[in-house]
């Protein structure tokens, strides 16, 4: 197993750990979940970087001792397709959002007449709570577009061994 592939298993079990009890919290608590979503989001993204800076870290002591089992441009390569691959999970998840929140708006939202003295204005209206729960839906697709990126990564490295 190459440094790379040791690397995208470590950041996938550091997503599973870091997101699902995030969303778990939020599902439960909605109404706090903005306050929840920047505090938690600075706590992630700190403990994220941290993470990737000893990943870092361990790459370059570890290709500075062992000669480089794969070269530079597999890796780019391996790289790219895997963000072809999660950029096209990133897309889809976005337009099953954006069409679900189409339908779902006017039959979970609620109809309000507003009248002023020249006009009568209708529109349809959100609980805040179902708009915190959609923002989350939309952020769980950029969570798992991040996750596909890693597994996909695995498995170019995977097919890689079993070529050889």
């Given amino acids: 197993m190459t440094i790379h592939e ?10 599973l750990v870091l997101y699902i009890p995030y969303f778990i919290e939020v599902n439960a608590h909605p109404m706090e979940s903005l306050y929840r979503f920047w505090m938690v989001g ?3 993204a700190v403990i994220m970087g941290v993470f ?3 990943d870092t870290i361990v790459h370059v ?9 794969i070269l530079d441009e597999l890796d780019r390569t391996i790289q790219y397709k895997a963000m072809m691959v999660s950029g096209g999970v ?3 998840a976005l337009v099953i959002w954006v069409i679900v929140m189409m339908y ?14 020249e006009r009568v204005n209708t529109y349809v209206a ?15 697709g950029f ?22």
Avoid at 61 to 69: F, G, K, S
Avoid at 104 to 117: H, W
């Fill in 143 to 164: 969570v798992l577009a991040n996750l596909v990126f890693y597994l996909a990564v695995i498995v170019q490295y995977r097919g890689l061994y079993r070529a050889h």
């Fill in 42 to 44: 600075i706590v992630m």
């Fill in 104 to 117: 779902a708006l006017p039959i979970l939202g609620a109809t309000v007449i507003e009248t002023t003295s």
């Fill in 6 to 15: 040791r690397s995208a298993w470590g950041s996938i079990g550091a997503i």
């Fill in 61 to 69: 002591v570890q290709t500075r001792r062992i000669p480089l089992q």
């Fill in 90 to 92: 990133l897309a889809f």
């Fill in 126 to 140: 959100w609980p805040i709570d179902h708009v915190m729960r959609a923002i989350q839906w939309l952020f769980a």
């Fill in 52 to 54: 990737h800076l000893i």
